[in-house]
């Protein structure tokens, strides 16, 4: 899996995506899911419940419009620069609140654990959205090796801080590194990913390779890219968007059409591929799986 990171994959070696398309599809239908579990590795993932079956975007489209500002603002900045990123060797710094702190590399944190297949709406702040099929492993059950203790309430994740492969990170567009943070409750359910791939292929490096967090009930800037760091902490963490805007984008972030951004309307999101515009749902469409963990909270001032 996580082997050529840096090199660029030989064509013949990825698997287009229509026989991907095909494969997927054949493995959920009824003969398919039988088969699938006599089936070796990542194709023999079960389709999750959590998955949702609309339309999926196109891979040119999920690798080539991208935000990822430490690769250029532009949204095709991030696919022109990311030959530039080396995302081998990697590690993490776990921190904070937790019995088993430590630097881990990639590897050991995510060859124990079981590919999943996550295919989830993605809605940014700016009202475009996608469908991607990911690949990942729930962050609960990375998190829950380094076993948090009580006071741990918030994680803090951050992104690589290298300008020398990130030109982005040399002009003062955000505070860097880029920061984002979950409650723990939030952190721990079973919808919140830590993607390795996508369509079935490593995660490009403009998606955020070598592991990028999806948390697809939030607008996407909650979703960090290029993970280097996980801090287990008492209180909320400071996070980048928030910082740079503290009026416009609140920490938690949970999509919402009935809170408005203070330059434009949240009501509707343009479809990547789509003509019309469609409506936002709450929680981008997964309020049955998380409404309930903001009972009570006012999400006007929880924005
Ligand atoms: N480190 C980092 N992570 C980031 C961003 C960024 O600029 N830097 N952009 C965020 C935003 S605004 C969005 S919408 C998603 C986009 O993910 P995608 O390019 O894989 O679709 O990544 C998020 N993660
Ligand atoms: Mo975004």
Redesign the pocket.
């Given at each position: 899996m996580l082997i050529k990171k840096n090199v660029s994959i030989k064509s013949s070696e990825i698997t287009p995506e229509s026989i991907y398309l095909d494969r997927r599809r054949f493995i959920q239908g009824g003969v398919g899911a039988a088969l699938a579990a006599t089936l070796p590795g990542s194709l023999a993932t079960a389709a999750s419940r959590y998955s949702t079956t609309e339309e999926q975007t196109s891979l040119k489209d999920?690798?080539r419009?991208?935000?990822?500002?430490?690769?250029g603002t532009g949204k095709g900045d991030?696919a022109l620069n990311a030959g530039r990123l080396h995302t081998s060797p990697w590690s993490i710094a776990v921190s904070g609140a937790c019995e088993h702190p430590g630097n881990y590399d990639l590897d050991e944190l995510i060859k124990p654990e079981a590919i999943e297949d996550r295919v989830y709406r993605?809605?940014?702040?700016?009202a475009?959205s996608?469908v991607?099929p990911w690949q990942g492993v729930p962050l609960g059950k990375i998190l829950k090796r380094f076993a948090p203790t009580s006071k741990a309430r918030y994680v803090a994740f951050r992104?690589?801080l290298r300008p020398a492969e990130m030109p982005?990170q040399r002009r003062d567009i955000?505070p860097w590194?880029?920061r984002?943070g979950l409650r723990m409750d939030e952190a721990m359910h079973p919808l919140t990913l830590l993607a390795t791939g996508?369509y079935g292929k490593e995660l490009p490096n403009?998606?955020?390779a070598p592991i990028?967090?999806v948390v697809p009930w939030k607008?996407?800037?909650?979703?960090?890219?290029?993970?280097v760091s996980i801090e287990f902490t008492e209180t909320e963490p400071a996070t980048?968007?928030n910082l740079k805007g503290p009026d416009e984008y609140g920490f938690y972030a949970n999509v919402n059409p009935a809170v408005d951004h203070p330059r434009w309307s949240q009501k509707k999101e343009r479809r990547i591929g789509d003509i019309f515009k469609r409506p936002t749902l709450p929680f981008n469409g997964y309020a049955e799986e998380v409404a309930s963990l903001y009972a009570g909270m006012d999400l006007q001032k929880y924005y």
């Open positions: 999920i690798t419009y991208n935000n990822f500002y430490e690769l991030p993605l809605r940014c702040v700016e475009w996608m991607i992104t690589l982005g955000l590194p880029y984002e996508l403009q998606n955020g990028r967090l607008y996407g800037f909650k979703s960090i890219k290029s993970i980048t968007w």
